[in-house]
């Protein structure tokens, strides 16, 4: 299935093939693609590069379909990565954290840091952190996969 171009975000790199490779959601995905593109929200004379998750609900392109600025889709990998780290030694603690010192790192962008913590303010986080490091834990070879690939492509761009 191709990709709009008729609409505000502008593609420029696609993979219109995404619906096959989407993790768990691999063949029954309704995310048909990704672009790199130009963003729907550039003024006349600024240009910002954004990424795009394309969704299509069967009859249309759907309005849940996403864009995101390149260093936020960045930052997220970050969050991502950083969670991932926090979880390997988790089972140290009772509750999978430390509740008197929520914060799991402050990782250092743009002259301040990314804050990385549990949020205590989850009414329900000792369940909701369980599950979410069993849902982690599961998914855990095809984030792998994932994060490899990044590793090989990142290695051969110098980082």
């Known amino acids: 299935m191709k990709i709009p171009t008729t609409l505000k975000h502008k593609p420029v790199i696609v993979s219109e093939n995404y619906e096959n490779v989407d993790g768990r959601y691999a063949n029954q995905s309704d995310a048909k693609g990704l672009s790199l593109g130009l963003a729907q929200w550039n003024d006349r004379g600024k ?19 996403e864009e995101l600025p390149l260093h936020r889709v960045l930052d997220l990998a970050i969050l991502v990565t950083r969670s991932m780290v926090h979880f390997r030694e988790a089972y140290q603690y009772p509750e999978l954290y430390d509740p008197e010192n929520p914060v799991i790192d402050r990782v250092g962008l743009q002259g301040d840091a990314m804050t990385v913590s549990v949020c205590t ?34 290695k051969e761009m110098g980082y």
Request: hydrophobic fraction near 35%.
């Open 121 to 154: 303010d989850n009414d329900r986080i000792h369940e909701d952190i369980k599950l979410f490091s069993q849902a982690l834990s599961d998914d855990g070879e095809l984030i792998g996969e994932r994060l490899k690939t990044l590793s090989v492509i990142l």
């Open 47 to 65: 240009v910002d590069i954004s990424a795009k998750v394309w969704r299509y609900t069967g009859e249309k392109w759907s309005r849940q379909s």
